[in-house]
């Protein structure tokens, strides 16, 4: 089955960090563009980083210099390493390419 299986979300404090993963499964997923994107409580999912098949990276405004985008081939696996986290932040985050449909997603919850 082509999908991706997002994890490690949680609740975290302003201020905090965290890793989110991305397995894919049923397809490489070196040989594609992937994208996180996220969706907070009453609003549109928005785009948050990708990165391309060769490797090349972008980010959103909203989290550029905070968040990184990352793969790691050998695991068929995308990153996003979030870091000084925002109560802004909190969302549900999704990864998806092309040819996956969109997941359950791993919620992000920020606030002390």
């Known amino acids: 089955q082509v999908q991706f299986v997002e994890s490690g979300g949680g609740l975290v404090q302003p201020g905090g960090s965290l890793r989110l993963s991305c397995v894919a499964s049923?397809?490489?997923?070196?040989?594609?563009?992937t994208n996180w994107y996220r969706q907070a409580p009453g609003k549109e999912r928005e785009f948050v980083a990708g990165?391309?098949?060769?490797?090349?990276?972008t980010h959103a405004t909203s989290v550029k210099g905070r968040f990184t985008i990352s793969r790691e081939n050998d695991k068929n696996t995308v990153y996003l390493q979030m870091n000084s986290l925002k109560p802004e932040d909190t969302a549900v985050y999704y990864c998806?390419?092309?040819?996956?449909?969109w997941g359950q997603g791993t919620q992000v919850t920020v606030s002390s």
């Open positions: 990165i391309s098949a060769g490797g090349a990276t």
């Open positions: 049923g397809f490489t997923v070196r040989f594609y563009i």
């Open positions: 998806k390419n092309s040819v996956t449909p």
